[in-house]
């Protein structure tokens, strides 16, 4: 199958034999935006995702894990269930992080959170989802007072680079990496991250 046939359709492609290659495809560009206070940080909408999703996989179906909330932020974990070419039936977990705003409720951040969680499980599937968007290093600005989608991403980078860390030293190289380019928006929420990872390797 040609990439121009994968965007002109909609609905299963139940004739694919190239899906691995299809899924390390970069993602279409017309596609991919760019954050307007996060210079260099691309993303891409959750509904590109979802057309993908549909497109590729048999019978997608989003199910919500758990759902918590403190007085600073929202967690949604989610599970995509599907069937593979084989039949099979499959699934990959992701999950979403929103800082809450001031003065509202938990629950006006918990469809961002549940986006972002759908986002971080497609990404397991390869490129075309947007995978490797974001690789190389952001310059993130400090006069941005209201997170945004995309802003949350950059957290939900964060998280997945911290789930590679194993030891302490890598936290902190780590650490003094995202430096440069953290917004001070974001900072409470990634330190208590790392707070929290720092126990999970201590024990």
Request: some cysteine.
């Amino acid at each position: 199958m040609k990439e121009s046939e994968l965007y002109s359709g909609v609905g299963y492609i139940s004739d694919l034999p190239n899906l691995d290659e299809i899924l390390n495809l970069e993602p279409k560009k017309e596609w991919i935006k760019e954050h307007p206070q996060v210079k260099g940080f691309m993303y891409l909408p959750i509904e590109r995702v979802e057309f993908l999703l549909n497109r590729l996989y048999k019978n997608p179906q989003i199910e919500i894990r758990s759902v918590i909330s403190t007085d600073t932020r929202a967690v949604v974990t989610v599970r995509v269930n599907y069937i593979n070419r084989d039949g099979e039936k499959m699934y990959q977990d992701g999950i979403g992080a929103v800082n809450v705003n001031k003065g509202q409720p938990a629950e006006m951040s918990f469809p961002m959170a549940k986006t972002l969680a759908i986002k971080d499980a497609c990404d397991m599937f390869g490129k075309i989802f947007g995978k490797d968007l974001n690789r190389k290093e952001v310059s993130v600005p400090s006069n941005h007072k209201e997170l945004s989608e995309s802003q949350s991403e950059v957290i939900q980078s964060i998280s997945k680079s911290l789930a590679k860390c194993s030891t302490v030293d890598e936290l902190n190289s780590l650490w003094m990496e995202i430096l440069v380019y953290m917004d001070k928006d974001i900072t409470k929420t990634v330190k208590a991250m790392f707070t929290k990872r720092k126990v999970d390797i201590n024990g």
